[in-house]
């Protein structure tokens, strides 16, 4: 495993991190052992960036990260925690509420969930539009001086309030949905972080399985999988987005990788500040991931993957229209 410093400002991170969120049943049902174990395993082949929300599960993902982190020293895993997002109990969503009272309460649940005593990366897990960037920023700058934050990240905004946020405190990362069929935060996003030194740490780098090469039409449509109402999984979008996969395969096949290896290794080939997320739940899914560390894709190779799989050739959008209406990284 290597490792790069994340941002300007921030810790030394592997290369991959591993996002926790499926552990806890956003994909339809989840094993807690299953999880336990791909933690274990992540971090015993060199992965120290662990990525959670404090709403995964309604506080079960922390719990589970905090299990599985007992007999782990504390400086060997970078925790990375998302905030501010409201639910309710059958799982919906209410909006974002990062005021800097309600940001204090929350990370105070997150360390007691995760039983630690400070949190490395702390971020809004979205813009709050009745919250200016600087108060939310200010509140998480206040939490590092007292001890119970190292540093500060963003998460789904776009490049105006980038700027807004790193003029209050430094930032160390953006964390955003970044894939081959997922483009977008190359026209300003991307530039403006590059241009502040933020780092990205790129979710959805498989589209949730979409380009996985293991994802069928028909799976993930059980009660709690976010993607039975995801745009780029039904009718004819799928269809559409599942040849792009195809074209995808035979590229792999070609190299002698898989499909979910050689998408992987895209997003890493597209700059050293660029840190994919893996969001595995089983071992063997881990695993495969893993594998992309050691595929090296030439200027020819990210051509041809690229011709097979074009920019803005995705059929549906990444999130509901609804959802994107109030995202600010989509203004």
Same mark, same amino acid.
């Given at each position: 495993?290597?490792?790069?410093?994340?941002?300007?400002?921030?810790?030394?991170?592997?290369?991959?991190?591993?996002?926790?969120?499926?552990?806890?049943?956003?994909?339809?049902?989840?094993?807690?052992?299953?999880?336990?174990?791909?933690?274990?395993?992540?971090?015993?082949?060199?992965?120290?960036?662990?990525?959670?929300?404090?709403?995964?599960?309604? $506080?079960?993902?922390? @719990?589970?990260?905090?299990?599985?982190?007992?007999?782990?020293?504390?400086?060997?895993?970078?925790?990375?925690?998302?905030?501010?997002?409201?639910?309710?109990?059958?799982?919906?969503?209410?909006? @974002?509420?990062?005021?800097?009272?309600?940001?204090?309460?929350?990370?105070?649940?997150?360390?007691?969930?995760?039983?630690?005593?400070?949190?490395?990366?702390?971020? /809004?897990?979205?813009?709050?539009?009745?919250?200016?960037?600087?108060?939310?920023?200010?509140?998480?700058?206040?939490?590092?001086?007292?001890?119970?934050?190292?540093?500060?990240?963003?998460? +789904?905004?776009?490049?105006?309030?980038?700027?807004?946020?790193?003029?209050?405190?430094? *930032?160390?990362?953006?964390?955003? +949905?970044?894939?081959?069929?997922?483009?977008?935060?190359?026209?300003?996003?991307? /530039?403006?972080?590059?241009?502040?030194?933020?780092?990205?740490?790129?979710? $959805?780098?498989?589209?949730? $399985?979409?380009?996985?090469?293991?994802?069928?039409?028909?799976?993930?449509?059980?009660?709690?999988?976010?993607?039975?109402?995801?745009?780029?999984?039904?009718?004819?979008?799928?269809?559409?987005?599942?040849?792009?996969?195809?074209?995808?395969?035979?590229?792999?096949?070609?190299?002698?990788?898989?499909?979910?290896?050689?998408?992987?290794?895209?997003?890493?080939?597209?700059?050293?500040?660029?840190?994919?997320? *893996?969001?595995?739940?089983?071992? +063997?899914?881990?695993?495969?991931?893993?594998?992309?560390? $050691?595929?090296?894709?030439?200027?020819?190779?990210?051509?041809? *993957?690229?011709?097979?799989?074009?920019?803005?050739?995705?059929?549906?959008?990444?999130?509901? +229209?609804? @959802?994107?209406?109030?995202?600010?990284?989509?203004?």
């Amino acid at each position: 495993m290597k490792y790069v410093q994340l941002g300007k400002t921030g810790p030394s991170v592997s290369t991959l991190g591993l996002g926790c969120m499926g552990m806890s049943g956003m994909y339809g049902p989840s094993d807690r052992a299953d999880g336990i174990a791909t933690i274990h395993a992540a971090l015993d082949a060199g992965i120290n960036l662990l990525d959670t929300g404090d709403f995964y599960g309604m $506080g079960h993902n922390e @719990m589970l990260i905090g299990e599985a982190l007992k007999a782990v020293a504390r400086d060997k895993v970078i925790i990375s925690v998302k905030t501010g997002a409201l639910r309710d109990r059958d799982g919906g969503f209410n909006g @974002m509420d990062n005021r800097p009272a309600a940001l204090k309460n929350f990370v105070a649940y997150s360390l007691q969930r995760l039983g630690v005593d400070y949190i490395d990366i702390y971020r /809004p897990a979205r813009l709050d539009p009745n919250v200016p960037i600087e108060d939310t920023v200010g509140a998480i700058a206040d939490m590092i001086k007292a001890g119970y934050v190292r540093h500060i990240g963003l998460s +789904e905004v776009g490049a105006d309030t980038i700027r807004r946020a790193a003029a209050v405190h430094p *930032i160390v990362d953006l964390q955003i +949905e970044y894939s081959l069929i997922s483009r977008g935060i190359e026209d300003t996003i991307l /530039p403006a972080c590059r241009d502040l030194g933020i780092a990205v740490t790129a979710y $959805g780098v498989l589209s949730r $399985g979409l380009i996985s090469g293991h994802w069928q039409k028909g799976h993930g449509q059980s009660k709690g999988d976010f993607r039975a109402h995801s745009p780029r999984f039904q009718g004819e979008n799928v269809d559409r987005n599942l040849e792009l996969v195809e074209a995808l395969r035979r590229i792999a096949q070609a190299k002698g990788v898989s499909v979910a290896q050689i998408a992987i290794a895209w997003v890493a080939a597209k700059g050293s500040d660029i840190i994919p997320l *893996i969001g595995a739940r089983k071992v +063997e899914r881990l695993e495969e991931a893993l594998g992309s560390q $050691g595929i090296n894709l030439s200027a020819a190779d990210l051509t041809a *993957i690229e011709a097979a799989v074009p920019k803005n050739a995705a059929a549906g959008g990444r999130y509901p +229209e609804a @959802m994107l209406a109030h995202m600010d990284s989509e203004k």
